[in-house]
């Protein structure tokens, strides 16, 4: 396994442990639809959260937020769309980001709702 995939993994299992704390539920982790991959799928008060988790060891390169371009948003909608459909999802619909910067002791995770608009 690569160190960024590694960093990746991490990051995910970070932001799953961060967004539980706030009263989400994991639906689904690592969600593929053709060339779409959703990093996680969370549940909370009837709402359904498509997760782009973007991790870095430094922002040295810029903050990881700033690495979700419209290529990437558009991917992830494409996903979510399909899985809204093949699960039959009635309820609200939203994109977050969770962004995570690694050095230091403890990591920086920063929730930013509604990401996509």
């Not at 967004?19 to 991959?37: A, F, H």
């Not at 359904?48 to 060891?57: A, G, N």
């Given at each position: ?24 539920q ?5 969600y593929?639809?053709?060339?779409s991959?959703?990093d996680?799928?969370?549940?909370k008060d ?9 991790t870095?060891?430094?922002?040295a ?12 948003a558009?991917?992830?909608m ?11 999802w ?28």
């Amino acid at each position: 396994m690569t160190d960024k995939i590694k960093r990746g993994f991490e990051g995910e299992g970070l932001a799953i442990s961060f967004l539980e704390n706030k009263g989400y539920q994991l639906v689904v982790r690592n969600y593929r639809y053709k060339r779409s991959e959703i990093d996680l799928i969370v549940e909370k008060d009837n709402w359904l959260v498509f997760v782009e988790v973007k991790t870095r060891s430094s922002v040295a390169f810029g903050y990881p937020e700033e690495f979700v371009d419209e290529k990437k948003a558009n991917k992830i909608m494409e996903g979510a769309e399909n899985y809204i459909i093949e699960n039959d999802w009635k309820g609200n619909v939203r994109y977050d980001v969770v962004a995570i910067t690694l050095q230091g002791d403890e990591p920086e995770i920063v929730h930013f709702e509604d990401a996509f608009y």
